[in-house]
């Protein structure tokens, strides 16, 4: 079994930072991609960033210049840099992962972390 696990959500002021961290753990053979969705109330969910295993990154273009994704191979864990904050960033934010286990390939969600950006 996978599981991912965020943290690093909380309420903050307009323009400050954020960083969010996602830890995978469990049994599998390798992570193909990871990234970040958020899904603020009463809308879907959307792609802020994702990373693959060679480092690419894409970002959805309202964060682009003011998020960054990184990740730490060896400790499966990825991380979503959020700076100067506006309260339209306000949403849960999700960790996802592609994963290889037993030569099957899953898509995997954490349970959310909150972030809350006042004005």
């Known amino acids: 079994q996978v599981q991912l696990v965020e943290s690093g959500g909380e309420v903050v002021q307009a323009g400050e930072s954020l960083r969010l961290s996602c830890v995978v753990s469990?049994?599998?053979?390798?992570?193909?991609?990871m990234g970040w969705y958020r899904q603020a109330p009463g809308q879907q969910r959307e792609v802020v960033a994702t990373?693959?295993?060679?480092?690419?990154?894409n970002y959805a273009d309202s964060v682009k210049g003011r998020f960054t994704i990184s990740k730490d191979n060896a400790k499966n864990t990825v991380y979503l840099q959020m700076n100067s904050l506006k309260p339209e960033d306000t949403a849960v934010y999700y960790c996802?992962?592609?994963?290889?286990?037993?030569?099957?390939?899953?898509?995997?969600w954490g349970q959310g972390t909150q972030v809350t950006v006042s004005s």
């Open positions: 996802n992962a592609v994963i290889w286990r037993f030569m099957r390939r899953s898509n995997n």
């Open positions: 469990g049994s599998f053979s390798s992570i193909e991609a």
């Open positions: 990373i693959t295993t060679g480092g690419s990154t």
